[in-house]
């Protein structure tokens, strides 16, 4: 009895040391930060985005608006890609959601450049579920909706670009190049819903 009762003991004591030398759990580790106050999205190299939606339950696909508004923390005029916003759909009650590319030739990625000064937010607006060079189609339930915005040094330094930036944008503006993603928005497709 005695044995037993000193086996169990160290059982238990070896399984304490183990536990302990074994870390944090998943669950009490860090995770990484998407977003701060406000539905904001952490800053990466002085910028920062959040997304909203006057018509988060809407009826018609067609009228759905998003924006994605930006904000300049920093010092420098910075250039922004609306092309490189993309949406990201994840289902929270419903089955399918699908992105249907257009066929025909991709839009110029420096179409439309937007420039943001110091302390400055500016916002692009959509109207309908067409992202880029193709459109989301979503079954009717609650979808969680996320925003990334992704530009590449390759595409901001293009040649194409760089000679664009003086007479879109002013000399001391310089190409944002990084990566950010937005918190989630819940937005809710019900074609049943009332005008």
């Known amino acids: 009895?005695?044995?037993?009762?000193?086996?169990?003991?160290?059982?238990?004591?070896?399984a304490?040391?183990?536990?302990?030398?074994?870390?944090?759990?998943?669950?009490?580790r860090p995770q990484a930060q998407v977003e701060?106050?406000?539905g904001w999205s952490v800053v990466e190299s002085g910028l920062r985005l959040r997304v909203h939606s006057p018509n988060q339950a809407y009826r018609d696909p067609g009228a759905f608006v998003l924006t994605v508004e930006f904000e300049n923390l920093g010092q420098t005029p910075l250039v922004i890609f609306p092309t490189g916003i993309s949406r990201q759909y994840r289902p929270l009650d419903s089955?399918?959601?699908?992105?249907?590319?257009?066929?025909g030739p991709r839009i110029?990625?420096?179409?439309?450049?937007?420039?943001?000064?110091?302390?400055?937010?500016?916002?692009?607006?959509?109207?309908?579920?067409?992202?880029?060079?193709?459109i989301w189609q979503l079954d009717a339930g609650s979808h969680?909706?996320?925003?990334h915005y992704f530009v590449a040094a390759d595409l901001a330094w293009n040649a194409a670009v760089q000679a664009a930036l003086p007479r879109a944008v002013g000399e001391a503006a310089r190409v944002w190049v990084?990566?950010?993603?937005?918190?989630?928005?819940?937005v809710r497709f019900d074609p049943?819903?009332?005008n």
């Open 1 to 14: 009895m005695i044995l037993r009762g000193r086996s169990i003991l160290v059982l238990a004591g070896l």
């Open 16 to 28: 304490v040391f183990l536990l302990s030398c074994a870390g944090p759990s998943a669950s009490d």
């Open 36 to 38: 701060t106050l406000d």
């Open 95 to 103: 089955t399918r959601v699908t992105y249907e590319p257009y066929p």
């Open 108 to 134: 110029s990625p420096w179409k439309d450049l937007l420039a943001i000064g110091p302390q400055e937010r500016r916002a692009v607006r959509f109207i309908g579920m067409r992202d880029g060079d193709g």
């Open 144 to 147: 969680a909706l996320s925003v």
């Open 178 to 186: 990084g990566e950010l993603k937005s918190p989630e928005i819940i």
């Open 192 to 194: 049943r819903l009332g």
